[in-house]
């Protein structure tokens, strides 16, 4: 009753029911609605209806027939769910619109084109009856630039508007920032002469945001509603006030293009002398950065050997001062080469796939020695909503991002130093990100942050003298991320530290449909994170929690005791303990050993959190009993990788026997066969992977070579600073650095910086067998091309040839070996392992093979964890990087039916599918168990 407007029931009693419906409606019961409800005996659904003064309201009614003809109707009024309907989807609209008319206007570098753009788009999304740009001239007039409208109202454009009470009033305030909102000139405080300038064009409601160009006023966007007043929403107003800022970004790059068209047409009719002298500051600065870089890399190069050199430390202090001098040198050289070409608007903003976990995850890992060297930690915390498959210039992000990390390590002596990732907003196609950087520093006084974006500004003299730097940093972050559409600022407190936030937008990649490895394995394990700093444990329990874990934190190795103490003593103990290695009064390896010591929790799996990244320590850390230990920055896929791979193999834990960690780096083998030509070879090995290490080792060994090991590129660029080698077989996919990469700065290098004044041959080892992989190893500057898996025999024709290229001072490509074909399997046994060529590998030595082999299986369990954890997060890239892995150890030990599901795990990556993956993980869990059943009856 009440929703129909009557406040009395006898109001209604009486009435036809077509009395409270309009005509059409009355037409819609009758032709549709209520034939169904004589056919179905029911009908629900939303229409029209009429309240007692007359005006209209959408209804939701149910109608239930009578068995006496006649029907119930049970109706609730639905305006207000309507309007939040239509408010949503017009708020969709929007944000999707000012995204559209954000890349209409930016793809244009054509004022006229921009401004055009910008009212047609408004005054179509906003519904208004006019919509114009004016500019401020130089007499302080405005002129109508550009307008759209409906038809029958006065026309602006063309017109010169000069009044004094406008410019009086209310320029001064808009130059300022102020945005002008009238919902009805009727009743608005104004000043009668603003009044007539507004119905001298029929204006009921205006809505006014400058425009700024380069932090100058330029002009204005204004909407107008001529046919009557309007009540302009908060929405409404944003919008407007960021399309103006895109509005002014877009003009300042067309003013840029406009000024080059027009420096072009002079150069072109000015001689060839006036030409060089119209060229511009930057253009200057770009030529002659390139310029110093060649002399300044000979001048670091020279003082490097020179420090290897015997010197007297005088002399040693004084080329430590050039070598120091000449790197800051060489980063202001390329600072300037960055800001000049940000200011000549050469800088090209790239749009490329990239998955942001990943971005961060890389920064982090080149941070991190820096910081960990000041004695800081160091971490990322991205939200769980935030969406990881973007589309943007990952590479300009990951320089701003490096720089703000790279100062607040500068400017920070003590605590810490985080990375925030949050989502600002979201539509369907684009993402708005806020990035923070907060660190515990020296933090920054009010009135000096307004100098912190100015190129060569610091906050006072003594910044320079005391941390160094140009100053040019955050003046290429902020010009980086205007460009890329975004903004920029800073939050400090002098003594409290900084945070350094930036917003930018993405656009979003289509999210790979995929199948989801559930995390059940997870679901109520508890967790202890025994940790003194509050940020790391934060995270930690951010990133578990989110997987299904309970987390439990301690602040100090003491609390963290007593807390796995007394779970045990209650039967609940903890399922896995994370304990962070530099912790005050009792470190991490003191409190392992204080629960390794304890029977009533001793069996609890332990995993060390450590910043040093010290083999001695992840010795100690293991012979104590500590399954595991994790790098900081902790990424959350290693995280989830080592505790899916513990839990998932309890049963293996509780019979778990600590193993001394082998070294895996300058690990040199003694010559067995003596042969002259060997012995004066100095070879280095390339490889991650530990199955392969031992294998190729082995076959080393067996050949007469001796040969020093490393784990990735960057080792292989610290060995070769002070080690003539004369080749090295380079795997071509390692963590930190991959073979291609260390081979190309190898080729980069000159020759005078080698030890031998050589350089050294690079002969490829890789699971990949395309051609196309081959001519990658030949580009990079490789000199040969090996497929595994390795045999002997092939390695030692290998070896052979280039052994006597070598020694004869020659260097000569030799054709392809062919990839090696590996036998059936033994039919004495159902193991899938291809005999003949473990034989082969091993010299016919049992021993070697079993110890290869649970080495083997070891490393397996580890990646298959990897892959499932990959399928788990949709992760193409690791899935690659995993099955990659276990491709090339399992064709070296001769597991050929695992090289073949591996084989084609890889192929699913490259296809970004995962459609048949878990059954291809099955089947690799499966030969691994077979293997395992297998060693132990061998023991």
């Known amino acids: 009753m009440n929703i129909f407007g009557y406040s009395d029931a006898t109001e209604l009693l009486g009435k036809k029911w077509q009395e409270v419906y309009e005509q059409e409606q009355v037409k819609l019961f009758e032709k549709n609605i209520f034939p169904e409800l004589m056919k179905q005996g029911y009908w629900h659904g939303e229409t029209i209806a009429q309240r007692k ?36 989807k017009y708020f969709n609209l929007r944000s999707q619109l000012l995204a559209d ?33 004016l500019e401020l001239l130089a007499d302080g007039s405005l002129t109508a630039r550009k307008e759209a409208l409906i038809p029958g109202i006065p026309v602006v454009m063309g017109k010169n508007i000069v009044e004094p009470c406008l410019t009086k009033n209310y320029l001064e305030k808009y130059t300022q920032g102020w945005i002008g909102v009238i919902n009805d000139i009727e009743k608005a405080n104004i000043r009668s ?27 204005l966007l204004i909407a107008h509603h001529c046919t009557q007043p309007r009540q302009w929403t908060n929405w409404e107003t944003e919008f407007l006030k960021s399309l103006s800022d895109q509005i002014g970004i877009a003009l300042a790059q067309a003013k840029l293009l406009q ?13 060839h002398q006036a030409e060089l002298a119209s060229l511009s500051k930057s253009s200057f600065l770009a030529n002659m950065s390139h310029e110093i870089r060649t002399p300044m890399n000979g001048i670091l190069g020279m003082t490097g050997l020179l420090l290897e050199t015997p010197l007297n430390p005088e ?25 000049s070409k940000l200011e000549a608007g050469e800088m090209i903003i790239e749009s490329i796939d990239f998955d942001i976990c990943n971005c961060l995850e890389e920064v982090l890992d080149l941070l991190a020695p820096q910081a960990h060297k000041k004695g800081l930690e160091i971490a990322t915390m991205v939200q769980q909503n935030v969406y990881k498959y973007l589309r943007g210039d990952v590479g300009r992000l990951r320089q701003i991002i490096m ?48 100098k912190l974006f100015q190129a060569f500004s610091q906050v006072d003299a003594s910044i320079t003298r005391q941390y160094g730097g140009t100053g040019l940093g955050l003046a290429i972050c902020q010009q980086l991320v205007s460009l890329m559409g975004g903004k920029i600022g800073v939050k400090s407190q002098m003594g409290k530290g900084s945070q350094f936030w930036f917003e930018l937008p993405f656009v979003k990649q289509i999210q790979p449909s995929s199948q989801i490895l559930e995390l059940d394995i997870l679901t109520n394990k508890r967790l202890l994170v025994i940790d003194d700093n509050g940020t790391n444990r934060r995270i930690i329990y951010h990133q578990a929690t989110h997987w299904g874990m309970l987390v439990d934190e301690a602040a100090c190795a003491n609390t963290g005791l007593a807390a796995l103490q ?84 309890q049963a293996k834990l509780d019979n778990f026997q600590s193993s001394k960690i082998e070294q895996s780096s300058i690990t040199v083998l003694d010559e067995k066969i003596p042969d002259s030509t060997k012995s004066k070879l100095k070879l280095l090995v390339a490889e991650d992977n530990p199955v392969n290490q031992k294998v190729i080792l082995k076959q080393l060994h067996s050949l007469g070579y001796k040969a020093d090991i490393v784990a990735n590129g960057q080792e292989v660029l610290e060995m070769l600073d002070n080690i003539a080698y004369d080749l090295i077989l380079m795997d071509c996919q390692m963590p930190i650095l991959d073979g291609l990469k260390t081979t190309k700065v190898i080729r980069s290098r000159p ?55 070598i020694m004869a001072g020659r260097v000569v490509t030799i054709p392809d070996p062919e990839p090696a074909v590996l036998m059936t399997n033994n039919p004495l046994t159902d193991l899938p392992i291809d005999w003949e060529h473990l034989h082969q590998i091993s010299d016919n030595d049992p021993e070697f093979e079993l110890e290869i082999l649970k080495v083997f299986v070891e490393d397996s369990l580890f990646h298959v964890e990897g892959i499932k954890a990959a399928i788990t997060v949709n992760d193409f890239h690791q899935l690659a990087k995993e099955a990659h892995h276990l491709k090339g150890s399992s064709g070296n030990v001769g597991a050929t039916a695992m090289r073949k599901i591996a084989e084609e795990l890889e192929q699913l990556s490259r296809k970004q599918s995962f459609v048949g993956a878990y059954e291809l993980v099955l089947g690799l869990v499966d030969f691994i168990n077979k293997i395992q059943a297998f060693l132990i009856r061998a023991c």
Not at 422 to 438: A, G, H, M, Y
Request: hydrophobic content about 40%.
């Open 566 to 649: 007394k779970a045990a003593t209650e039967n609940h103990p903890y399922d896995i303990v994370l304990i962070d290695m530099q912790m005050p009064v009792i470190d991490g390896l003191t409190l392992g050993s204080q629960i390794k010591a304890n029977s009533a929790i001793s069996n609890i799996p332990l995993v060390l959190l450590t910043s040093s990244n010290q083999k001695d320590e992840s010795k100690k850390a293991i012979n104590i009993g500590f399954i595991s230990y994790l790098v900081k920055p902790i990424k959350p896929s290693r995280l989830l990788d080592t505790i899916m791979d513990i839990l998932g193999n």
């Open 193 to 219: 002469c603003h009044i007539e300038l507004l119905q001298k064009f029929n204006v009921k409601a205006n809505l006014v945001v400058p425009i700024f160009l380069k932090d100058e006023f330029w002009g």
């Open 315 to 339: 002399q040693k202090d004084f080329l430590e001062i050039v070598r120091v001098s000449g790197d800051a040198l060489l980063s202001l050289i390329n600072e300037i080469l960055d800001l």
């Open 751 to 805: 020759i005078s910086s080698f030890v031998n004044h050589r350089q050294p041959i690079v002969i490829a080892i890789t699971a990949n067998a395309m051609k196309e992989d081959q001519q990658s190893c030949l580009d990079a500057g490789m000199d040969d091309y090996f497929s595994k898996p390795i045999t002997k025999d092939k390695l030692a024709t290998l070896l052979e040839l280039w052994s006597s290229r």
């Open 101 to 133: 008319i954000t890349l209409k206007i930016r793809s244009s570098l054509q004022i006229d084109d921009i401004l055009q753009t910008s009212v047609t788009e408004v005054q179509k999304l906003l519904k208004t009856d006019r919509v114009v740009i």
């Open 53 to 88: 003064d007359s005006s209209n309201f959408p209804a939701e009614m149910s109608l239930t027939k009578l068995k006496d003809g006649g029907f119930i109707c049970v109706g609730r009024d639905i305006s207000k769910r309507k309007e939040a309907e239509e408010e949503l």
């Open 403 to 450: 720089n703000l990390i790279g100062n607040a390590i500068k400017f920070t002596k003590e605590g810490e130093v985080l990375l925030e990732v949050e989502l600002k907003s979201e539509t369907q196609d684009l993402v708005i990100l806020n990035f923070t950087v907060i660190d515990t520093g020296i933090g920054i006084s009010l009135q000096d942050q307004n």
């Open 259 to 271: 000024a080059e068209i027009l420096q072009k047409r002079e150069l072109e009719i000015a001689r």
